[in-house]
């Protein structure tokens, strides 16, 4: 007897979600929260803070890091980054600023290529991998309570998050931003297995500050209820909502209205909303912004790619 759509629809549905439970599938990630290895003890001291008097290298990196849209540039700042590190490994300041780099130089340079090249797709989640280790890292260094529960044995993120202030926000962020593009890039067993780590996560940064890195929070929510499946927690009216809070916040961060069309116009199959999405971020002023006008620039690009697949996509 032949089976329903419905009916195929649930036992794959079904088979999909114990696969992932059973950690199958190459689905979990180890980070220095589930290793076996405890981490080492952690200091009472506050978190180290970088300064050009300290780090000969910072005031190099950051030159370098004003041109980040230019691959080159990119790659050579992050090597001074990481150089100033053998000096001070737990520099919370430049652990974090190479966790967003790592972050760039995968989504912002790589991830195109990718869509052209499918053999640079391990390129991409490589980069994203060390954008990870650079964030749990800062994230360690930034809050010494979260080293504290992670050392104890509590490392599951989504247990202990809730002990970061707002000196840990940005490598959250950052650890989310770059876990969630990875399992993306890795597939839908890989969503499903890190969902919750990613909304608890981001959940706490909403909570810290809505406005942080132009309205990101509402950004990534609005992506992370479009991509979900509804069994999964995916809701298409959530992910507008948060998509319009955050242009409400920042209307000229262009990476919003990118991922509002990427993520969010196909589920609706609304290819008009598509379209002017995306033509409004072609027509935008990337120095709106000038701490972002190099991730604006690449967003650009994005914006072309992606309207160049609106028939394929609609």
């Known amino acids: 007897m032949m089976m ?7 036992a794959m549905t079904l088979a999909a979600l114990a696969w992932v439970a059973s950690g199958c599938g190459g689905a979990a990630r180890s980070s220095s929260f589930t290793k076996d290895a405890p981490p080492p003890a952690v200091a009472d ?55 967003r780099a790592y972050y760039l130089l995968a989504d912002g340079h790589y991830w195109l290529k990718a869509q052209k090249d499918p053999e640079k797709k391990e390129l991409l989640l490589t980069t ?13 260094a930034s ?18 998050v809730n002990v970061v202030g707002k000196e840990g926000q940005e490598p959250l962020y950052w650890y989310a931003s770059n876990l969630g593009r990875w399992a993306r890039a890795k597939g839908f067993s890989t969503v499903l ?16 500050d ?11 929510f609005g992506a992370y209820y479009a991509v979900a499946p509804a069994f999964a927690g995916g809701d298409l009216k959530k992910s507008q909502k948060h998509f319009e809070r955050a242009l409400e916040l920042e209307p000229d961060y262009l990476g919003t209205k990118v991922l509002y069309a990427d993520t969010l116009a196909p589920k609706l199959r609304d290819k008009d909303l598509y379209v002017k999405l995306l033509n409004e971020v072609l027509a935008g002023d990337t120095e709106k912004l000038p701490d972002v006008a190099p991730e604006n620039r690449l ?3 994005k914006a072309e790619w992606f309207l160049s697949l609106a028939e394929d996509r609609f």
């Open 128 to 140: 994203h991998e060390k954008g990870l280790e650079y964030s749990e890292r800062a994230l360690k």
């Open 210 to 220: 809505a406005k942080f890195f132009h309205a990101a929070p509402h950004r990534y």
């Open 193 to 208: 297995f890190h969902k919750e780590d990613i909304f608890q996560v981001m959940k706490h940064v909403l909570e810290l």
């Open 299 to 301: 967003e650009k690009k």
């Open 4 to 10: 329903s759509r419905t009916s195929v629809f649930a």
């Open 143 to 160: 809050s010494p309570d979260f080293a504290r529960k992670a050392a104890a044995g509590q490392r599951k993120i989504r247990e202990i």
């Open 45 to 99: 001291a506050a978190p180290a803070t970088s300064g050009s008097a300290a780090n000969p290298y910072w005031e190099q990196a950051e030159a370098l890091w004003a041109k980040r849209d230019d691959e080159a540039s990119l790659k050579q700042a992050i090597d001074l980054y990481e150089k100033s590190l053998q000096n001070s490994p737990d520099d919370a300041k430049v652990l974090t600023r190479l966790a």
